[in-house]
């Protein structure tokens, strides 16, 4: 696996634009904007469904989540990069493993809200509250975007990991 | 350098710098907090700019109210981090790059605050309002860049260690 993801890397040029004095910073600043994009768009939108700016439709404000997605896709071509790059820093690493996990929820948790509430949501008036579970969905949504950034920061700074994962 | 040696040597500085939950708080602190207020800039810079289709601006003054909460959150995390290494951050420009972007950075949200609390909706249609939230978008985008360069430019880690 590490060496597939090398050879990746270095088929491709990554690697060497990631070891070029700035292009490790250069990509950590797109990553870390593309997920003020996420949280700016798609965690605006679930505080929206919140109850947060009420008056603002739901059917305008979800336009927005089309720059998210543009966030989320900056996000992952960066965070390929990081992992293609230094694939050992990061497949071992229970960080990015709890990481991963919550991007998947997040995803589940997508998936759910556009097969069930999307369109009740989108078709409510902007006075009135959207049903509880469409609610439920936004809160999760939240609480595993922060819990994305909070693993993101734990990838680099407790190593080993024993101050705080309880499963390793 | 001294007084920046002077600083790191107090027991606040040292408990930031070496109690792992202190230092690990404040960055994450600061991360969520910059995460939110930027993104907040962001979406409503997006919908000044006519990117997102339009919807009434006059709700969003709601968001404001999170977004200083975030901003006092930002400083105070900021401050921790700055006191656990003073030296790292004071001999760095990049530094005060950082803190020049974030200061026009609040300073146009707090413009674009009162223009959507005070005019009518269509007056925010003007060329000016546009120019505010694309400046907008500039500086927070320049504040994220130069925030992470920061780890990677500095050229003093501590300054005890020059005594």
């Not at chain 1, 998210?68 to 497949?91: E, H, K, R, S, W």
Request: aromatic share 14%.
């Amino acid at each position: 696996m590490i060496e597939l993801l090398s050879s990746f890397s270095k088929f491709t040029g990554i690697y060497t634009f990631m070891n070029s004095p700035w292009g490790w910073p250069t990509a950590e600043s797109i990553h870390f904007l593309g997920l003020c994009l996420l949280i700016g768009c798609v965690g605006v939108f679930d505080l929206r469904m919140l109850g947060v700016g009420r008056g603002i439709g739901y059917l305008q404000m979800h336009k927005l989540v089309k720059i998210g997605v543009f966030g989320y896709c900056l996000n992952l071509t960066t965070g390929i990069m990081f992992l293609t790059t230094a694939p050992d820093q990061y497949l071992f690493n229970p960080a990015f493993q709890t990481k991963l996990l919550f991007m998947l929820v997040a995803g589940l948790n997508m998936f759910w809200f556009y097969a069930s509430y999307s369109d009740q949501v989108k078709a409510t008036e902007a006075a009135t509250s959207v049903v509880e579970p469409a609610k439920i969905i936004a809160m999760l949504s939240l609480l595993c975007w922060m819990a994305v950034i909070i693993c993101g920061r734990l990838i680099t700074y407790f190593r080993p990991p024993y101050h705080w994962c309880w499963f390793c | 350098m001294e007084t920046l040696a002077r600083i790191e040597i107090t027991a606040l500085s040292v408990w930031f710098r070496e109690s792992g939950l202190a230092f690990f708080g404040s960055l994450t602190l600061h991360s969520l907090a910059m995460a939110l207020v930027v993104g907040i800039n962001l979406a409503i810079a997006f919908r000044l700019l006519g990117i997102v289709p339009s919807f009434a601006l006059k709700p969003l003054i709601r968001f404001y109210q999170m977004h200083w909460i975030a901003v006092i959150l930002i400083f105070l995390s900021g401050l921790a981090l700055l006191l656990a290494y003073p030296a790292k951050a004071l001999t760095n420009p990049v530094f005060y790059a950082k803190f020049a972007m974030l200061s026009a950075g609040l300073m146009i949200a707090s413009k674009l605050q009162n223009l959507i609390r005070t005019r009518p909706e269509n007056e925010l249609n003007s060329k000016t309002v546009k120019l505010i939230a694309l400046a907008s978008i500039i500086v927070w985008v320049g504040t994220i860049t130069t925030g992470r360069f920061l780890a990677y430019t500095n050229s003093v880690l501590l300054a005890s260690r020059f005594f």
